[in-house]
């Protein structure tokens, strides 16, 4: 009996502990119709904030004219979005206004709607549009409004109660003896107080995964490569320039892959049950290169590689020879064939030497040579213009300093 009692006790303890972990991450919010205006994710409009403005927006919804003063009952109600970083909307109600709200009067007046639970990405804003007409439902757009990104998981399911302020004013022209009554929606101050109480979303459960991306031996960060996570548009991330490319609200296993210049140069898989940091170690290495004439070597050529055709927003990276005719190009990617070009000026301007490798067939420690015979006879040289380079791929040996020579 003690043990069935002690069973029972456990379990209600349980009952009533996971209910306040599931709401730890949840944050409940009014949101208020603001007079004030942001930008986010591209949309221009009203802020839908957790604060009031202080100063009065108004838009006319309808306006009579009549012998007597005519009051017409007017219908308020809600569109409710989600809009992504790259300026997509798609829509959480069903494509009709809800939480409709009527009433001929002066004053605030409320609906209620059923959020329906909505993933959402961090980077992700709410957009509420409100409509009004003297008909139900109204579909006649009077304002929009935004919040800022949620940096939320999801859009919870819970029941909004939306205020809307209807402004009514009467007037009689004595001269044609007739009464005009207009009515306008109302926002922006505590007075004119139109919101929007529980909206609730939830922060991302997880962890920071901290990815530094790094060569293959593990010594220089790289900048400017793209990776991305669990193959998802809203998780791609550039390297900054220390190689960091970081994440949060990240558990479980989680795809991972770098490229650089358009080269996959890792590509794993992390385990994250912990704040998780990482070194991805890629497929990036050294290329020595040598240029030569016929037996002798060439000084103060440039070599540049490029990822695909010899054009600039094609280049990796470039050097230019030394005293001995040697060039080290770091952290060039191993994976795809890569277009070597060797010019006899620095600025470009005259091509001696242009072949295309595939690196990936070359292997870690790969070797190779180029042969450049282009253009020699518009070289000024003492030299005969037979030029060849010598290319070998290999991690640094950074227990040494200067180039290893190969001959």
Known sequence: MKKIVSTITILLLISLFFPLILEVNATTETRYM????????GLAAYKLSTSQSSSLSSVTINGYVGLTAVYVVQYLGIR???RNSNQVETEITSGTAVAIASSSANGLINAIWACIQTVLAPSD???????ADDFSPPTTLRRTFTTEQLGASQLDSVTWTVYYYLGR??????KTGLWKVTYNFEHGSTTYNS???NFQWTAPVGYELNLRVMDWDLVDPTQNAIVTMNNGSNNVKTSDNNGWANYTGVSGNVTVSVKYYGVTVNATTISVSVDTTQNLKCRLYDIVVRVNETRAYLVG??????????VGENKIKSGITNATGYVRLTNLPNGTALTFTVYGKSDYSLVIGNTTKDVNSLGDEGYTSITCNQNYLSVESSFLILVFGIIILTPRKKEKKGVRIYD
């Open 34 to 41: 603001r007079s004030d205006q942001q930008t986010v994710n």
């Open 301 to 310: 050529a440039n070599v540049t590689v490029y990822n695909a055709t010899s």
């Open 125 to 131: 804003s709410i957009v509420v549009r409100v409509y």
């Open 169 to 174: 004013t009467s007037s009689y022209n004595s």
């Open 80 to 82: 409710v979005w989600k």
């Open 195 to 197: 919101r929007i109480e």
